[in-house]
Antibody, heavy 118, light 107 residues
Framework: EVQLVQSGVEVKKPGESLKISCKASGYSFTNYWIGWVRQMPGKGLEWMGMIYPGDSDTKYSPSFQGQVTISADKSISTAYLQWSGLMASDTGMFYC???????????WGQGTLVTVSS | DIQLTQSPSFLSASVGDRVTISCRASQGIRSYLAWYQQKPGKAPNLLIYTASSLQSGVPSRFSGSGSGTEFTLTISSLQPEDFATYYCQQLDSHPYTFGQGTNLEIK
């Protein structure tokens, strides 16, 4: 059974750093792209970027380029999304998702809620 | 980036109604379009991929059509569990943008 299990709720202050995780199981982690999607409170889905764990090829949406870093550790089948200096506007729910054949998202993580507030 | 515009943004309908949601792309995306359903507090769920293929386990009342720039999601007979928000996503070229969503509410 394919599963993407994300790390838990985070409450941070502006300027702090954060790394959230997405642990994959039930399939070959290195053979599928993993994407990250943001959903701000009460808003729609926003595509942030993706990584191919097999060779760490990474693509970012221009809206998020330079704002976040996507990485993966294939030895533990885990993808990461990190910030070096959080802002209040980074508050939201963040989902990791598996892309099937780079054509659609077939599995989603449960989401990680990040709240940034002073 | 490719822009996706869904219409309508809000839709009020009754159980048993046939509803159609449109998704228009700012440039051609062949058939690389997916539709997702999202319920409050939950991750999205895949309904339709490559414009018209029904994901396994999804009821047959859901269907998708279109190619190029115009796409449609149709629910043939609304059931109570279908009231949710629906999103289209293009996966033709990165970044893989989403439409703004259609909130389907009970009339």
């Amino acid at each position: 059974e394919v599963q993407l299990v994300q790390s838990g709720v985070e409450v941070k202050k502006p300027g702090e750093s954060l790394k959230i995780s997405c642990k994959a199981s039930g399939y070959s982690f290195t053979n599928y792209w993993i994407g990250w999607v943001r959903q701000m409170p009460g808003k729609g889905l926003e595509w942030m970027g993706m990584i191919y764990p097999g060779d760490s090829d990474t693509k970012y949406s221009p809206s998020f380029q330079g704002q976040v870093t996507i990485s993966a550790d294939k030895s533990i089948s885990t993808a990461y999304l990190q910030w070096s200096g959080l802002m209040a506007s980074d508050t939201g729910m963040f989902y990791c998702a598996r892309l099937y054949s780079n054509s659609f998202i077939d599995f989603w993580g449960q989401g990680t809620l990040v709240t940034v507030s002073s | 980036d490719i822009q996706l515009t869904q219409s309508p943004s809000f839709l009020s309908a009754s159980v048993g109604d046939r509803v159609t949601i449109s998704c228009r792309a700012s440039q051609g995306i062949r058939s690389y379009l997916a539709w997702y359903q999202q319920k409050p507090g939950k991750a999205p769920n895949l309904l339709i991929y490559t414009a018209s293929s029904l994901q396994s386990g999804v009821p047959s009342r859901f269907s998708g059509s279109g190619s190029g720039t115009e796409f449609t999601l149709t629910i043939s007979s609304l059931q109570p569990e279908d009231f949710a928000t629906y999103y289209c996503q293009q996966l033709d070229s990165h970044p893989y943008t989403f439409g703004q969503g259609t909130n389907l509410e009970i009339k």
